[in-house]
């Protein structure tokens, strides 16, 4: 499989702290791949580095082949790239379909207007439709970002990263916060994810990661620990010591 975004040595110090120890990865075509590790592994680190939220200390990222390690968060997002967060981005005074027509009409080039020219715009009327059915937003589709229950919050946040029509998609903590009775909703909407959208999953809901992902890698103290199928990472006995047989899986 060809490889959508890669790292090579990839690192990123606070002072003394190396929060990132030369990270090589690759992330292929088409995947589902986790990344997990106990609490301060590195793990959003090596995200907002991916994502240009910060600066590496070292290293080159790669996405599509072209070096992106110098250019801006923005830049990055028209190149195919988009993330969601552990706390939600969202914008808390407008709506549903006000959110979803705002980042589609970015995407298009028309930015605000879409407000302006709302229903006459070719098109978006009906993305934001097939966006609002596809992660079950019916039922909110005219309520305010802000005071929607947190499950929706969550399935909105990745609705509008899929708006970007993102070739690598990564998810930081989707299920974070969201009550155990809406995570399947959750799950059952990541696993209907476009299957030509490569994703990057952080999670710290193992039952998630074991039933969506098809590769993980773990980080821990910023480096790389191991890596392989679902099956080889669930009974590695390295793996089992510093993270999943732990008592900490925060």
């Not at 060809?2 to 990132?20: I, R, Y």
């Not at 981005?89 to 979803?100: A, D």
């Not at 690598?168 to 990541?190: F, I, N, W």
Request: hydrophobic share 40%; proline share 4%.
């Amino acid at each position: 499989m060809a490889t959508v975004l890669e790292t090579n040595s990839l690192n990123k110090t606070f002072g003394g702290l190396k929060a990132t120890d030369d990270v090589t990865f690759r992330l292929e075509q088409g995947a589902r791949h986790a990344l997990i590790g106990p609490n301060g592994a590195g793990k959003t680190t090596f995200i907002n580095l991916l994502t240009g939220v910060l600066a590496p200390s070292g290293g080159t990222i790669r996405l599509n082949g072209e070096d992106i390690t110098g250019i801006k968060r923005e830049q990055r997002v028209r190149r195919g790239l988009a993330r969601t967060f552990q706390i939600n981005q969202l914008f808390g005074r407008l709506n549903v379909v006000e959110s979803l027509g705002l980042v589609i009409s970015e995407r298009r080039g028309h930015g605000r207007d879409w407000f302006r020219w709302a229903g006459t715009l070719p098109g978006i009327d009906e993305e934001i439709a097939g966006l609002v059915a596809d992660f079950g937003l019916e039922d909110v589709f005219d309520q305010p970002c802000s005071g929607l229950p947190y499950g929706k919050q969550r399935l909105l946040e990745i609705a509008l990263a899929i708006a970007c029509r993102p070739k690598v998609l990564l998810l930081d903590e989707p299920a974070a916060g969201v009550p155990e009775a809406d995570r399947h909703e959750v799950l059952s909407r990541l696993s209907a994810l476009p299957s030509d959208v490569s994703i990057l999953l952080i999670e710290h809901d193992m039952d998630l990661v074991f039933n969506f992902a098809e590769r993980i890698s773990v980080l821990v103290s910023g480096a790389l620990f191991a890596e392989g199928s679902v099956d080889e990472i669930a009974n590695d006995p390295r793996v089992k010591d510093v993270y999943l047989g732990g008592a900490d899986h925060g």
